[in-house]
């Protein structure tokens, strides 16, 4: 019998088929888009997914600012950062977050849903996030996706 034959192929980085996505954020709920867009960087809906390589697409969003929130969110939900100092915890809710720049509400949500470890660091730099329909990757003619029609 051919030992061969039945043994799992590990994609390697060098061997990791990259493409350019682009998704547009209009309309989309939040969580949803962030949960379908780290799947994408992580590779997960490529037959070849390799857990530990990154072997995911490289993910354009644009119109970051037309996003949505369910419920209360808007003020309810709250981001918690520490300046290092006594007494310097600070927070904002969603609504302050998004005037200030609606891109670091998106990728804040996707970052908290890639692994905490040197690869998801290493994926999270394959996401650009832009408000407007213009964005910085022309060059690159990364291929439209309907996130609606992924799982």
Known sequence: MDSLSYKT??????GADKQWVLV????????RLASKVAKLLRGKYKPSYTPHVDCGDNVVIINA????LTGKKWNDKVYVRHTGYP?????????ELFE??????????VKGMLPKNKLGA?????????????????????TAINLNDLK
């Open 87 to 95: 007494g310097g915890q600070r927070t904002l809710n969603a609504t």
């Open 65 to 68: 600012e037309k996003i949505n």
């Open 122 to 142: 290493a994926l999270f730099r394959n996401l650009k996030v832009y408000v407007g329909t213009e964005h910085g990757q022309e060059a690159q003619k990364p």
């Open 100 to 109: 200030k720049d609606p891109t670091r509400l998106v990728e804040k949500s």
């Open 24 to 31: 547009d954020a209009e309309g989309q709920t939040l969580g």
């Open 9 to 14: 192929i590990s994609v390697t980085k060098a």
